[in-house]
């Protein structure tokens, strides 16, 4: 039977609000330079309302995923929740121009407000990213139509939203109902904080409910609370059919019921590595798919990784298919 979506992510809903700041600025509006920090709802209207020349995109890292797989070609949706707000608005629509189907309309009433993450561009190209998470974090089963998840060929989860129960309890129905419809259900683990703060709950869902799992090396080890990656990887592999970890400037382990497949990359400089592990994930998720081998799938990943460190923001700027042809991985 043919699947209403090929890939159907479920995950933080943010708008990035992007604005060129200097040091001076920083200080003045005690930012601390170069990281990313949560904030709270006061501090974020104080902040949005300082930016000067905003710039918005939408942004979240499973929904960044989504938006390069659609551009690929994957019939997609994306599960999150906005307010009924300009924000909220403006994400819907610009999803929606991604060729992403948003699936759940903006939320009206007295709920909070849409998430966004402030984004200050000093002069020297630092990112100090300062991020409300309003609404998006209060996903919940309810936000999560049966008649997606279970009619989804691949079902993408980010780990971000494990931080409350009714997301637990969102992730965990989405991926019986989708593997109940035959497709396959997957997490992006998101944060090795993130796993330390959930990892029973992490760990019950990778094993009873889930078909892959995409991390970084430092996700990977968290999850068993190892420095060794190799010990990590055998024992997630144990529970999980399917683990794929990447290492950075190392290249891609997959391990699977058929073997271990390192994949090298070729080692850039980045001009901005925002997003790298959200595109690698598309490319990757787009050759599942299409049934191609692991190897190619873990190819199509560094590909889609290497377009979008080339340049400043999290989504690609370059015709991806076209891309993935002139590298020999797919067909013209």
């Known amino acids: 039977m043919t699947k209403t979506y090929q890939l159907v992510g479920i995950g933080n809903a943010v708008v990035d609000v992007i604005s060129q700041c200097d040091d001076s600025f920083l200080d003045h509006m005690g930012i601390e330079k170069g990281i990313m920090q ?114 989804a060929q691949i079902m993408f989860l980010e780990g971000y939203l494990f931080d409350k129960d009714k997301g637990k309890t969102a992730f965990m129905e989405a991926a019986r109902d989708c593997r109940a419809g035959g497709g396959k259900p997957g997490i992006a683990i998101s944060d090795p904080f993130c796993v330390e703060r959930h990892r029973a709950d992490f760990l019950k869902l990778i094993e009873t409910e889930l078909e892959f799992v995409i991390g970084n090396e430092a996700e990977i080890r968290s999850l068993f609370e190892t420095d060794d990656l190799e010990e990590a990887l055998a024992k997630t592999a144990a529970i999980c059919p399917l683990v794929v970890c990447t290492r950075s400037g190392e290249g891609v382990t997959v391990v699977s019921p058929a073997g271990r ?43 889609c990784a290497a377009e979008v460190i080339s340049h400043i923001g999290p989504r690609p700027q370059t015709d991806m298919r076209a891309l993935l042809q002139a590298a020999g991985l797919l067909a013209a």
């Open 38 to 151: 949560l904030i709270e709802r006061e501090r974020g209207e104080v902040l949005y309302a300082a930016m000067k020349e905003r710039v918005q995109t939408p942004g979240g890292s499973v929904a960044n995923t989504i938006a390069g797989a659609g551009a690929l070609g994957l019939s997609s949706a994306f599960i999150g929740r906005v307010h009924d707000d300009a924000l909220g608005r403006f994400y819907a629509q610009a999803m929606q121009d991604d060729g992403v189907d948003f699936v759940n309309p903006p939320v009206a009433g007295g709920e909070l407000p849409t998430s966004r993450s402030m984004i200050f561009v000093s002069p020297d190209g630092e990112r100090s990213m300062n991020t409300y998470l309003g609404i998006s974090s209060e996903l919940s089963s309810d936000d999560v139509p049966n008649a997606v998840a279970g009619q």
């Open 261 to 303: 497949i390192d994949v090298p990359v070729t080692r850039v400089v980045p001009v901005d590595a925002t997003g790298a592990g959200d595109q690698f994930a598309a490319g990757f998720l787009f050759g599942l798919a299409h049934d191609q081998d692991l190897e190619t799938c873990a190819r199509m990943g560094n590909a």
